[in-house]
């Protein structure tokens, strides 16, 4: 994901440091991104995603195309002061999850490597998952990342308004 990352910024034309102040964040906690991304927090995934239109499902998983539409990402910053408190209410759909699945804290936990101490605090803790968490999700779950995220609904025709293809 940092090459990603990378590519992102190239792509986009900027260095570390004005990619650090376009979303927002300090120059040494962008870097830290970019060369320790294995965990990266929600608030910087939600700037990505709303400043820059980047495909959420590119990002995690380098499948798609790296921009939501490009027809329509002019690279404005985008402030959208609801994208982090809709994913606060993660737990809630991961409950979702779990019922429509009939899975225990076990069964789940086994499905997907995410220990059942931490299964249990996702169904507790409105915060959203961690990265390595959602990818686990994704990859053994036919769910899209809005819908996990934000609680937005993918419908089968793909949507430019959507994170996911």
């Known amino acids: 994901m940092k090459e990603r990352l990378k590519q ?8 570390q440091q004005e990619m650090a102040v376009k979303l927002g964040f300090e120059l040494t906690t962008y870097r830290s ?5 294995k965990n990266l927090p929600i608030e910087f995934l939600c700037a990505l995603i709303y400043t820059f239109s980047i495909n959420i ?9 790296m921009f939501i539409n490009k027809e329509i990402n002019s ?4 402030c959208d002061k609801s994208a982090p408190q809709l994913a606060r209410f993660f737990n ?3 409950k979702i999850l779990l019922n429509e699945n009939k899975l225990s804290n076990t069964q789940f ?4 490597g995410i220990s059942e101490n931490r299964t249990a605090e996702l169904i507790l803790n409105p915060a959203p998952p ?6 686990s999700l994704k990859a053994n779950f036919d769910v899209s990342a ?5 609680g937005s609904a993918c419908s089968k025709t793909p949507s430019y308004n959507s994170l996911t293809e």
């Open 146 to 150: 809005d819908w996990l995220l934000f």
């Open 109 to 112: 936990s086994k499905l997907t």
């Open 92 to 94: 809630s759909r991961f």
């Open 75 to 78: 690279l404005k910053i985008k």
């Open 8 to 15: 992102i910024r190239a792509a986009l034309g900027f260095n």
């Open 33 to 37: 991104f970019e060369y320790k991304s």
């Open 57 to 65: 499902n590119w990002l995690l998983t380098g499948n798609g195309s």
């Open 130 to 135: 961690e990265i390595n968490e959602l990818i």
